[in-house]
């Protein structure tokens, strides 16, 4: 598992270096169909420029945002949310919460298959 701590403060900018902007292109794609005060967990949160996305197109939600590299949380608790509640958390503990949309980008293929 790649440990994302020592290139935090570099992600966002080689991944645009990269990929240019057809990445936040894509994690932008369907929050436009996010319902104000949705609930809305997050996995693999990374920076947290999601965060901001949402921000700018949705109220009132209570989102629930997982990241388990620090450097990366340190990046998204900076980010300036107004409209909705985010709760940070390292790790998501087994419960039976239920949540109305999962965002995931570009996290799945991180695990091996089993
Ligand atoms: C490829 S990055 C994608 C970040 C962000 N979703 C994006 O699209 O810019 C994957 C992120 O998942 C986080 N991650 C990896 N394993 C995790 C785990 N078990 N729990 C929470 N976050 C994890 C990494 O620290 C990293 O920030």
């Known amino acids: 598992m790649v440990n994302y701590n020592l290139i935090a403060p ?5 991944a645009n270096l990269v990929f240019g902007n057809t990445l936040i292109r894509a994690q932008q794609k369907f929050l436009e169909s ?9 996995l693999g949160g990374g920076s947290g420029q999601i965060l901001t996305d ?7 939600c209570t989102i629930n945002f997982i990241e388990i590299s620090t450097g990366m949380m340190e990046l998204a608790r900076n980010r300036k949310v107004i409209n909705n509640t985010i ?3 390292q790790h998501l503990e087994p419960s039976t ?6 965002i995931m980008n ?3 293929d991180q695990f091996t298959e089993s």
């Not at 996010?34 to 997050?42: Q, T, V």
């Not at 949402?54 to 009132?60: A, C, L």
Request: proline content about 3%.
């Open 97 to 102: 919460r239920t949540y109305d949309i999962i």
């Open 106 to 108: 570009f996290f799945l």
């Open 34 to 42: 996010i319902e104000p005060n949705s609930s809305i967990l997050i």
């Open 54 to 60: 949402i921000d700018n197109i949705v109220k009132g």
């Open 87 to 89: 709760v940070f958390d």
């Open 10 to 14: 570099y992600y966002d900018f080689l």
